[in-house]
């Protein structure tokens, strides 16, 4: 029997290979390094526990379900909580390549933190030392919106609020088990939005639309009037742009429309200033 540190060593081994690959594929959009005192040293067991999570992570990151929750450790307080949420319309393949990436990053960005979440475009990586299954976490958010205005502010946000209803209540009820919807809407003859929503699917449905809802209403009060925009729960998160952004599930993609070349800000709700990005 190969012994369990000898898995670990082939582990970041592989995570050394896949970096250098993934690098530019995975667009990095926020990070929330949890910074309650809650610390714990490279030589620790709760090290031991994280490497052995992300291993467990990064090897079911192919589930068809783009979900998956695991633990290592036999007690507190050194037992290591994690999941990830891929976005429903990549492959298992882009999937793995985004949790293996994100496993190796979020330690790099928040060294020696026992709490974080990161989120890239493909996926959202979280762990904890305390339990984080099956639980909606509103605590905490990033936002990030484009620099450029709408033309008709009025019309735009009525549509966008009428889009956004409808994926909450088809994200909350996904067949599928993902949680995930995407939706389109005609803002004029020649011009449409775009928008998806997803939850973790180990929320009920009374719980992912509350999340949904939440993330919709911070859009209407903070950047329903900009061209692009993003709220990035643990629970839940959504997406809005004027060009089709994601991938069609039941009907071949429509032709790829490069994004306009404008920046993004971003901001969390604990008072970081907004940045470019």
Known sequence: MIPISNYFFIFK???????????????????NCTNNHVTYTPDS?????????????????TNPAGFHNSTAGRGPPDVAYGLFLCRGDISPAACQRCV?????????????????????????????????????????????????????????????ERLFGDIENRASIDGLGKKFATGEANLSSFQSLYALGQ????????????????????????????????????????????????????APPPPVVPPPTGLYLRTLETGDSPRKY
Do not use: H
């Not at 081994?13 to 990070?31: G, P, Q």
């Not at 067991?45 to 990151?61: G, I, K, M, Q, R």
């Open 13 to 31: 081994l592989s995570l050394l290979s896949i970096i250098s690959e993934t690098k530019a594929a995975e667009r990095f959009l926020y990070v």
């Open 199 to 250: 939850c973790t699917p180990d929320l009920t449905t009374p719980e992912c639309n509350k999340c949904l809802v939440k993330a919709n209403s911070d859009f209407q009060s903070c950047c329903a009037s900009y061209q692009g925009g993003r709220v990035l729960f643990p629970s839940c998160n959504v997406r809005y742009e004027t060009y089709p952004f994601y991938n069609a599930l039941a």
């Open 100 to 160: 293996t990436f994100a496993s190796a990053q979020v330690v790099q960005r928040c060294p020696t933190l026992k709490q974080a979440t990161i989120w890239y475009d493909n996926c959202m990586l979280r762990y904890s030392n305390k339990s984080i299954f099956a639980a909606p976490d509103l605590t905490f958010r990033g936002i990030l919106w484009k620099i450029q205005d709408v033309t008709n502010a009025l019309n735009f946000q009525f549509v966008l």
């Open 45 to 61: 067991t709760y090290a031991a526990n994280l490497d052995a999570l992300f291993a467990s992570l990064s090897s079911n990151a």
